[in-house]
């Protein structure tokens, strides 16, 4: 009963015999536990870097791992690392001072040599720099993904308007907004209106369409020559039908090249975590191999188009 606190003896005695003997058997039996590692984790650490062969003291090794933005690290003559961070090869330990906000090495040194501490080449401006260019990245790699989906809108809304210009009665060119405004006047007095409904539905999704080319505004920032230059690019009641037609054809191609380019990011980000200069030397000879408006395209664009 030795095992057992008072108050556990206590409760035992109140307890069925048979389920007594139960909780003292367990006990007795039961394995002792480990004792428990009485070192920190910067001992542990400590000894693991002397055995490594780090000849400091502690209190410089725990000074060092705790700096403000800075930890340290023992890298030994096996240690894949040295390569990558430029630490000769000449089967020595180093200890290298870590940047914990980049995770870039800021110098390296043989621990307990004099004189021995060398500097990497730029660490500080090529910290900044790669801060700089790992945005810009990240930033792009949104953007194509933004793109991708609103490619995907794009192709549904291209798919309603070519279908919209098929119904009876639906009209565009030269005077459609007179023909549109004769229409909803006639049904407003009860008369039928054929093609009324797909106009309107025509001419709501070529102001999205708008939208999506302009990156979802038309306001501030934009002139009326801007304006104007993005209503040249998509399909217009103002336009004739044949010219719809093939404006379709060419928002289609943009908007179905973008969900590719959208899916070479995600699949280079699986393989290689992020995409930098290596994705764009990638889409760049994507681009080239695979041309998007060639003269077979245009010919079978204008071909369907009725253009041809």
């Known amino acids: 009963?030795?095992?057992?606190?008072?108050?556990?003896?206590?409760?035992?005695?109140?307890?069925?015999?048979?389920?007594?003997?139960?909780?003292?058997?367990?006990?007795?039996?039961?394995p002792?536990?480990?004792?428990?590692?009485?070192?920190?984790?910067?001992?542990?650490?400590?000894?693991?870097?002397?055995?490594?062969g780090?000849?400091?003291?502690?209190?410089?090794?725990?000074?060092?791992?705790?700096?403000?933005?800075?930890?340290?690290?023992?890298?030994?003559?096996?240690?894949?690392?040295?390569?990558?961070?430029?630490?000769?090869?000449?089967?020595?330990?180093?200890e290298v001072e870590i940047d914990t906000r980049t995770q870039r090495p800021?110098?390296?040194?043989?621990?307990?040599?004099?004189?021995?501490?060398?500097?990497?080449?730029?660490?500080?401006?090529?910290?900044?720099?790669?801060?700089?260019?790992?945005?810009?990245?990240?930033?792009?790699a949104n953007s194509l993904q933004e793109t991708g989906r609103t490619a995907q809108r794009t192709l549904t809304a291209l798919d309603a308007m070519q279908r919209g210009m098929g119904d009876q009665g639906f009209y565009s060119g030269f005077g459609s907004g007179g023909v549109q405004f004769a229409?909803?006047?006639?049904?407003?007095?009860?008369?039928?209106?054929?093609?009324?409904?797909?106009?309107?539905?025509?001419?709501?999704?070529?102001?999205?369409?708008?939208?999506?080319?302009?990156?979802?505004?038309?306001?501030?920032?934009f002139s009326n020559a801007d304006r104007d230059f993005v209503l040249d690019q998509v399909p217009t009641l103002a336009n004739t039908p044949e010219g719809n037609a093939l404006l379709i054809e060419v928002q289609r191609a943009i908007a179905e090249r973008s969900r590719e380019i959208a899916k070479l990011a995600r699949d280079f980000e699986r393989e290689n975590g992020r995409i930098g200069l290596d994705f764009e030397d990638e889409l760049s000879a994507y681009s080239e191999e695979n041309p998007l408006f060639t003269e077979e395209w245009w010919l079978a664009a204008k071909s369907r188009s009725g253009q041809a």
């Open 1 to 30: 009963m030795s095992r057992f606190t008072p108050d556990q003896r206590a409760i035992l005695a109140q307890m069925e015999p048979s389920a007594a003997q139960k909780v003292i058997a367990q006990a007795m039996f039961a």
């Open 32 to 52: 002792k536990p480990e004792p428990k590692d009485p070192r920190t984790t910067a001992q542990k650490n400590f000894e693991f870097a002397l055995e490594q």
């Open 54 to 94: 780090y000849s400091g003291s502690f209190a410089e090794f725990a000074g060092a791992e705790t700096a403000s933005n800075t930890r340290a690290l023992m890298v030994g003559p096996n240690d894949p690392n040295r390569a990558r961070w430029g630490i000769p090869d000449d089967g020595k330990t180093y």
């Open 106 to 140: 800021i110098n390296f040194s043989v621990p307990g040599g004099a004189g021995t501490n060398v500097s990497v080449t730029g660490s500080r401006q090529e910290t900044e720099y790669d801060k700089t260019r790992g945005k810009a990245f990240g930033e792009l």
């Open 183 to 221: 229409k909803r006047a006639a049904r407003a007095v009860g008369f039928d209106a054929d093609g009324i409904d797909s106009m309107e539905a025509f001419n709501a999704l070529s102001k999205q369409a708008a939208l999506d080319v302009m990156g979802g505004s038309l306001g501030t920032g």
